[in-house]
C-alpha cells in the first residue's frame, strides 16, 4: 500500500526523514525531491562493470545547463532522506517527463533502512536545458509486510555527494 502524503507527514521525524522539509513540495501520495547543482559524467567511452570509470564533475551554473542526447548525466537530490519500516520509491514528474527527461535508468526502488541522497541516472530524449534546485522527481512510499533485514550495504549507504557505480566492487568479493 502507497502512503498518502497526510501519512508522509504524520512519520516524518520518526519512520520517514526528509531534510530539508518544504510543507509546499508535499502531494497527496508523495513529496517532490529537488535537483543538486552537481552532476557527474562519465570520461571513458566505454564503461566497465569490473572497474571504477573516471568520471568528472560538472556544475550547474544559475542560468542551467543543456544536457545533450546519447550522454548519461548522474546527479542528486538536496534533500537527504532516511526510511525505516518503509519501501522509499523513486519516480520522475509528469511535468519533468513531458519534457523528454528521464531521472533514473533502472534505479528507482529502494531499500527499508536506505539513509543518504538519491543518485539520478538523468538522460534526455532532445536537448534540454536544466536547472538546479527544480523539482525534479518525487518520492513515495510502500509499507512492508513480513519480517525484513534493513538496507546495510557499504557502497551507498549514508553517501554525502553523487555516486557513480560501485558494481566492480561485487567482482572483488
Given at each position: 500500500?502507497?502512503l498518502?502524503?497526510?501519512?508522509?507527514?504524520?512519520?516524518?521525524?520518526k519512520?520517514?526523514l526528509?531534510?530539508?522539509?518544504?510543507?509546499?513540495?508535499?502531494n497527496?501520495n508523495?513529496?517532490n525531491l529537488?535537483l543538486?547543482n552537481?552532476?557527474l559524467?562519465?570520461?571513458?567511452?566505454?564503461?566497465?562493470?569490473k572497474?571504477?570509470?573516471?568520471?568528472?564533475s560538472i556544475t550547474?551554473?544559475?542560468?542551467?545547463?543543456?544536457l545533450?542526447?546519447?550522454k548519461?548525466?548522474?546527479?542528486r537530490t538536496i534533500?537527504?532522506?532516511?526510511?525505516?519500516?518503509?519501501?522509499?520509491m523513486?519516480?520522475?514528474?509528469?511535468?519533468?517527463g513531458?519534457?523528454g527527461l528521464?531521472?533514473?535508468?533502472?534505479?528507482?526502488?529502494?531499500?527499508?533502512?536506505?539513509a543518504?541522497?538519491w543518485t539520478l541516472?538523468?538522460f534526455?530524449?532532445?536537448?534540454?536545458?536544466?536547472?538546479?534546485g527544480?523539482?525534479i522527481?518525487?518520492?513515495y512510499y510502500?509499507?512492508?509486510?513480513g519480517?525484513?533485514?534493513?538496507?546495510?550495504?557499504?557502497?551507498?549507504?549514508n553517501?554525502?555527494?553523487?555516486?557513480?557505480?560501485?558494481?566492480?566492487k561485487?567482482f572483488?568479493?
Open positions: 500500500m502507497i498518502s502524503g497526510k501519512e508522509i507527514l504524520q512519520r516524518l521525524g519512520e520517514i526528509i531534510e530539508p522539509f518544504n510543507p509546499k513540495q508535499l497527496p508523495s513529496y529537488r543538486h552537481e552532476l559524467v562519465y570520461d571513458e567511452p566505454v564503461l566497465d562493470m572497474k571504477p570509470n573516471r568520471f568528472h550547474i551554473p544559475e542560468e542551467g545547463l543543456v545533450e542526447t546519447g548519461l548525466y548522474l546527479g534533500e537527504y532522506t532516511r526510511t525505516e519500516n518503509c519501501v522509499p523513486l519516480e520522475g514528474r509528469s511535468s519533468v513531458r519534457l528521464f531521472i533514473h535508468v533502472t534505479a528507482g526502488f529502494g531499500d527499508v533502512g536506505f543518504g541522497y541516472e538523468i534526455c530524449v532532445q536537448p534540454i536545458r536544466i536547472y538546479a527544480v523539482e522527481c518525487q518520492i510502500h509499507t512492508l509486510e519480517e525484513f533485514e534493513k538496507y546495510n550495504s557499504g557502497k551507498y549507504q553517501n554525502q555527494s553523487v555516486q557513480p557505480s560501485l558494481l566492480y561485487d572483488e568479493i
